[in-house]
């Protein structure tokens, strides 16, 4: 992070406890701003780190990137997905414990993208076997996989989870990835049945129609037009530009295969979602005396055939209902309404029971063999705060989620900061900071808890209806300081609140809730004669979900919002088992467009996401805490005392260094291995000598590298020279040694010569007689008398 401060002026902070207006969510939102526009869309708030949805696809995933933040300490380098996964990795490896990454944020802002990013940072960085290649494939491949049957197109979010998603991933000793497993909340089945303008149902439909071969479509009698079926079509947007239906079936096939689903559970999943199809198409009439009845049975006949279930017990179901009182049973005609409220039942309820048994057949897959103790690594990817046009019990579930993960997320960076105070023997500072626990008290509190309040009235006998579980709330809870209705509003209040909806203020502000369907959705009926039908199916996939024990269990099921509080329950005990990482997404914008950052949405989400009660929590005590090594090496050069190498203890070079830069005693604080900095302005001060001091170290550093290249470049000149002279000296010897060989030779021959000189010619006189005959002739020539 450090290397990049400079830069601070045009791309504003890496680290917003470095901000210097961190009390003003405007100045944070400009920071956010600044950083986005130059495409830096990751930012930290210590470690927290905020993800700004780009829109498009940037360049800085892959696995040279990854290999640059593997094993680099956090603040080294520029905020990264990669940082946070790489730490939590760490941590898990280095100090043996369990860890998680916690990724929240509104529909759109990019936190699937995030959870996707973090698997492949774990794919690429872990050791590699045939065994541990195989594990990693299938963590990867269960996303597309999920994504099918989980993920649908919002007017928010082209490829929106619909579900909340918990993942972990199991770890040997050497850190390779063993297995995995994941737990689903709250899956919006309701989209099934409808979903609003300009929405899709799940993709799973959609690219089952698009990419299915001829072969398939025709065993399951689909045609190749969403607009035939009524499940599909409600929206007015079967065809999305950003999606290929074709392509991601195709790839979703794939992932089945790699998860070890065989083709006889590829055939019976298909032949469910075909079914459902065709469910949505089943149209009913009524008769004189107001008895529903089927008015085409085609579809019926199609579903008897995909699922093996007999015709006459499937038409049986959905017209009519059997009522079991004093030991004795009669069947009930349905009317209509309740007929079409029994079909969607239906679709809901196969539907639900099949991503169910989808994600348990993944957890199959990846389940570990090793008996061994494995770490974990836990990826929570679950839905943000949410407010749409007509708030109802999803809204308000996923909302009650959003604020037991906020009081989670206070407790949890309270803790660690008081925690890391005490461990470096620093005196605590309390922090004032909003509890909502009094509002997570309010939505789950036992005996006056809106949940029980409203298990109390489904469970109620006479006639309940959504209204006489407002009036409920009005009586028993219309004083509390976190809720309003219309009865207990005054009198401009009211007018805001109508006579079927309640609100609440929540940490993030205040929802309003419509009530309408509270108890239909939180009772989550199926009749019984419809679980009946479905037990008699051959499908291998229905025959498990609708088990026959379960017709004859006579006790009722928790409600849907009981088993969603106690799942939420058993979600924040896993969570504080864990060492936290958190990952904030924000969307800058509601059109899905690249390059617009709209201030005021993501003004409105850095208050539901509470990343300035994370900012004040932060910037409570210290900005700025680096152990003393960290410090002492990158600003060592400002003190001559401690530059270039100090031979002491890290913590008395720091102490030597704060003292040479005066310091004030009130501005930083000594801990056991780290030092505090209480003002982002003192660090940047800091920063700035530093910069400064890097110009002359710079001019020293070249100075001495060119006495370096020159006296280099000296004794390269001086050896050649030695080298040369050594040759020559060499040379000369060689030809002088040859000059007296010759020499000698010729002397030794002339002495034999003149010993055999009044010999007859041989070889020993040959050259001294030839000798005397040319000096003769020559003494003649030259004493020969001149004529003229």
């Not at 401060?5 to 920071?31: C, M, W």
């Not at 009130?666 to 700035?688: C, N, Q, S, W, Y």
């Not at 070889?763 to 001294?768: K, S, V």
Request: glycine share 4%; aromatic share 10%.
């Amino acid at each position: 992070m450090e290397n990049e401060l400079t830069k601070r002026d045009h791309i504003g902070v890496q680290d917003f406890v470095l901000l210097e207006d961190y009390e003003h969510p405007e100045a944070f939102v400009e920071n956010l701003k600044k950083r986005f526009t130059e495409n830096l869309i990751y930012t930290y708030i210590g470690p927290v780190l905020v993800s700004v949805n780009p829109y498009h696809q940037l360049d800085i995933y892959n696995d040279e990137i990854i290999q640059t933040y593997r094993n680099v300490n956090f603040y080294e380098l520029p905020p990264h997905i990669y940082a946070i996964a790489d730490a939590a990795f760490r941590t898990m490896r280095s100090e043996t414990r369990d860890v998680c990454v916690l990724i929240s944020g509104e529909s759109g802002a990019g936190k699937t993208e995030a959870s996707k990013k973090i698997l492949h940072y774990i794919a690429a960085s872990s050791v590699h076997s045939k065994d541990l290649e195989r594990v990693k494939e299938r963590l990867l491949q269960s996303t597309p996989l999920l994504e099918a049957f989980g993920n649908a197109k919002t007017n928010r979010n082209d490829n929106s989870s619909r579900f909340g998603k918990y993942m972990d991933i199991q770890f040997d000793f050497k850190g390779g990835p063993v297995g995995g497993h994941i737990l689903n909340y709250l899956l919006e089945k309701s989209r099934v049945v409808h979903h609003s303008e300009g929405e899709r149902n799940f993709h799973i439909f959609y690219q089952l129609v698009q990419g299915a071969t001829p072969m398939l479509l025709s065993k399951l009698k689909i045609q190749k037009d969403p607009e035939l079926y009524h499940y599909l079509k409600q929206g007015n947007s079967t065809k999305v530009d950003s999606l290929n239906d074709h392509k991601d079936f195709h790839a979703m096939k794939e992932a089945m295969e790699v998860c070890d689903f065989s083709k006889q559970d590829q055939d019976a999943v298909f032949s469910i979602v075909g079914s459902v199809l065709h469910l949505g198409n089943v149209k009913f009439e009524d008769k004189k005396d107001g008895e529903a009845f089927i008015c085409d049975k085609a579809p019926v006949e199609i579903i008897s055939q995909l699922l093996g279930c007999p015709e006459e017990i499937l038409v049986s179901a959905l017209q009519n209902k059997t009522i079991e009182a004093m030991g004795e049973k009669m069947k009930s005609s349905l009317t209509k309404e309740q007929a079409l409220y029994a079909r969607d039942a239906l679709a809901k309820g196969v539907y639900d029971r099949l991503f169910t048994w989808i994600v348990q057949k993944i957890n199959e897959s990846l389940s570990s063999r090793r008996r061994s103790k494995c770490n974990l690594m836990g990826l929570l990817d679950i839905y943000g705060f949410e407010i749409v046009g007509v708030n109802s019990f999803e809204q308000f579930c996923i909302n009650f989620c959003n604020e037991k993960l906020q009081q989670l997320f206070i407790e949890l960076t309270l803790k660690s900061e008081q925690e890391e105070y005490q461990r470096e023997g620093i005196e605590w500072e309390p922090v004032h900071y909003f509890n909502n626990k009094i509002i997570c008290d309010l939505v789950e509190g036992k005996p006056i808890g809106i949940i029980t309040l409203l298990d109390e009235e489904c469970l109620r006998p006479g006639d309940t209806t959504d209204i006489t579980f407002l009036d409920k709330l009005s009586e028993t809870i219309g004083t509390h300081p976190h809720f309003l209705c219309h009865a207990r509003a005054d009198n401009s209040t009211r007018k805001t609140i109508a006579r079927d909806e309640f609100r609440l203020i929540h940490y993030a502000g205040e929802v309003t809730y419509n009530a309408k369907g509270f108890l239909d959705k939180n009772n989550d009926l199926l009749f019984r004669d419809l679980k009946e039908a479905m037990s008699e199916t051959t499908n291998p996939i229905l025959s498990k979900c609708f088990p026959k024990s379960e017709l004859y269990n006579k006790k009722r099921p928790d409600t849907a919002g009981t088993q969603f509080k106690n799942s939420l329950s058993q979600l924040m005990v896993i969570l504080m088992s864990k060492e936290p990482s958190y990952v904030r997404c924000i969307k800058p914008n509601d059109f899905k467009m690249r390059g617009v950052f709209d201030e005021r949405i993501v003004n409105h989400q850095v208050k539901y996401l509470g990343l300035m009660e994370n900012l004040r929590v932060r910037r409570a005590g210290f900005a700025y805490r680096r152990p003393y090594e960290v410090f002492l090496k990158r600003y060592k050069c400002l003190c001559p005392e401690t530059w270039p190498h100090y031979r002491g203890a890290p913590k008395d070079g720091v102490e030597i260094l704060v003292r040479h830069l005066d310091y004030d005693p009130e501005e930083f604080r000594l801990g056991k291995t780290k030092l505090f900095i209480r003002f982002p302005r003192v660090l940047f001060a800091t920063e700035d000598a530093f910069q400064h001091r890097k110009h002359d170290l710079a001019t020293a550093v070249q100075a001495q590298y060119r006495g370096f290249a020159q006296k280099k470049k000296y004794k390269t000149l001086k050896f050649s020279t030695i080298i040369l002279q050594s040759y020559w000296r060499r040379y000369k010897a060689k030809k002088l040694m040859e000059k007296r060989k010759h020499a000698a030779q010729v002397i030794r021959k002339f002495i034999n010569g003149y010993i055999h000189r009044k010999e007859e010619e041989c070889d020993e006189n040959r050259e001294f007689i030839r000798f005397t005959k040319h000096n003769y002739l020559y003494k003649i020539q030259q004493n020969l008398p001149k004529l003229f």
